[in-house]
């Protein structure tokens, strides 16, 4: 269950590298965190947009808000998102002890655990994602799981009954948890795709089934 989480979360990873003002009570502009240190974190479910924040002791630092992009809209030139780079998970003994996390680095709050992995086949390092702004039903982005159609839990050593197959399904990534459980028939009837998104099942075992652009 923990590697087909990561995994699916490794496959929907979008990171980006622009400064943009906004979040917090008190947004700034981006001079005022200039040479304040940056979070590491990487996305789940959006693109990566640092802000520059005011908080109430009057301080100023820098947070990772992912935004989901509205698949029916045509993609902002300016938006700060980039194309996914190459990430592969390493074991733990490779990223050394691990590290204290900052719970304010993330406008929403972080998504998962800490991954030791490596990006580019750069060194293994310590990570965390940040979630998007929580999903509701009338948002235009978001997916719609049907727990009607699933069936009971199930792992290599629980097989499926007859006419079910075992895969993870998630909704909405950095909102839902992942779910390893049994799905007969087609799984993608087991979701409704936002506007713009389709219904994917990754070729893996067990199966990944969510929706993508």
Known sequence: ????????????????????????????????????????????????????????????????????????????????????????????????????WDEGDCVHGFYGEPSCSSIDRGACTWGRFCRPKPCTP????????????????????TPCPSGSNCNTIVANLGDDEPQTVCIAGNPCDALTCAPGKRCRIALSDPGQVSCTR
Request: proline share 10%.
């Open 138 to 157: 009338e948002d235009p982005t978001c997916n719609v799981l049907h727990p009607e159609r699933l069936g009971r839990a199930c792992d290599g050593n």
């Open 1 to 100: 269950m923990v590697r087909a989480r990561r995994e699916l979360a490794f496959s929907f990873l979008f990171v980006a590298a622009a400064c943009t003002t906004g979040a917090g009570d008190a947004p700034d502009p981006a001079s005022a965190c200039a040479g304040k240190a940056v979070p590491p974190h990487a996305c789940v479910g959006g693109a990566r947009e640092l802000r520059c924040t005011t908080l109430a002791s009057g301080e100023t630092r820098w947070q990772i808000d992912c935004i989901r992009q509205d698949a029916t809209k045509p993609v902002d030139a300016g938006a700060s998102s980039s194309p996914p780079r190459g990430m592969s998970p390493c074991e733990a003994q490779a990223c050394g002890p691990t590290p204290a």
